[in-house]
């Protein structure tokens, strides 16, 4: 036996939600003028070439969030049958792969960078009638491009990590880390003021092998939960202890002698099967009724089969 609602968060979620694409649309507009403001200021710096490009690319989570947004509370039709929820799964996979070949693409031009010997430099400019090193000014735009982004990825984890919605969980730990990305970028000029030509190319090389390492790692998660993999938690990604919970509740009921479940994510929500072995003879309102109290057990809980069976399936 088995139906699809139509997806909608409770309230409290809702809010969440709410104040996560407030949160997203000010990353977009915070983003665009960080993107400008170090393309003024970059230079020659492969290291400041590198952070803007990483900057560049961290616009996509938050394109990819809001559009899934919109698309995933469409209901169940003829054609898609379980909804529109993977589309945070495929929003995951895009994002996760426009940063693994950004970072390899990074991971290449540093290197050769490095190969090649080049030797940056960084001159003084005229500013309100002084003489300014232009170092000070690239340094004060990855600040502006690290400080608020850390404090707006610090406010997205909560929300993402409620709503189970993994997009906006990596772009919070992204946005949250970004200190690390202007602080390789600050010592890399810092470097090159001192007059070690190679700090500069150095630090582009750190924060290259970080995105790469970071789109290696996405890229592998989107592809298990494709593959439908057990669900796991957003953050220690281990096994979700809604499946153990599920669990003792099928095993909870009167009428079930043994029961074995699977589930998988679709999106934030999980779909799933569970057969059990009754202890006599069920009939459809008591499927009925075990039923609608799974469906109303836990908001993740989108779409589930209960299968009376004689002998439980290797699952």
Known sequence: ?????????????????????????????????????????????????????????????????????????????????????????????????????????????????????????????????????????MILALLYSSIPAM????????????????????????????YMTAFAAILGILGVGAGLWWADAAAALFISFSVTKDGFKHISTAIKDLMDRYPVSLKEQQKD??????????????????CRIRFRENGQVLIGEIAVIPKGQVDVEQLEKSYQELMEYHWKINDVTIAPVKELPNW
């Open 1 to 137: 036996m088995k139906g699809i609602k139509s997806f909608e968060l409770p309230a409290e979620l809702r809010k969440e939600l709410h104040s996560a694409i407030k949160l997203e649309w000010l990353t977009l507009f915070y983003l665009i003028s960080v993107v400008l403001a170090m393309y003024l200021t970059m230079g020659t710096s492969q290291a400041m070439k590198t952070a803007w490009l990483e900057d560049l690319l961290s616009i996509v989570p938050s394109i990819v969030f809001l559009i899934a947004t919109k698309i995933n509370t469409k209901s169940p039709n003829e054609k898609f049958r379980y909804g529109y929820h993977r589309v945070f799964t495929i929003a995951f996979l895009i994002g996760a792969t426009a940063l693994l070949g950004m970072g390899l693409f990074l991971v290449f031009d540093s290197s050769m960078s490095l190969f090649k010997a080049e030797h940056p430099t960084i001159n003084n400019k005229i500013l309100f009638g002084h003489q300014i090193w232009m170092g000070w000014i």
């Open 151 to 178: 404090i707006i990825g610090i406010k997205k984890l909560p929300k993402a990590t409620k709503l189970h919605n993994k997009v906006l969980y990596i772009d919070a730990e992204a946005q949250k880390a970004d």
């Open 241 to 258: 202890p809604l499946i153990d919970d599920i669990h003792q509740l099928v095993s909870s009921w009167e009428w079930v002698e043994d």
